[in-house]
């Protein structure tokens, strides 16, 4: 079963050479739009945000 998240990929320009990445695990029953505004906001910043959705409750996503 693929995991459902959200990615906001770097606003990068031409002579940028670097980015960074932030995994963001907003806890269970959190849906991951409620971090859309702030994930919007780093990626202009050169960063991949990556925001999956924790829930249903018991699942466990990192195993």
Not at 9 to 15: A, F, G, N, T
Not at 20 to 39: F, H, M, P, T, W
Not at 40 to 45: C, F, P, R, T, V
Request: net charge negative.
């Amino acid at each position: 079963m693929p995991l459902n998240l959200d990615i906001y990929p770097p606003i990068l320009h031409e002579d940028d050479e670097s980015f960074g990445v932030i995994l963001v695990l907003q806890g269970l029953d959190v849906d991951k739009s409620e971090y859309a505004a702030i994930a919007s906001e780093l990626s202009q910043d050169k960063f991949w945000v990556i925001v999956p959705n924790c829930f249903p409750t018991g699942r466990n996503y990192l195993g």
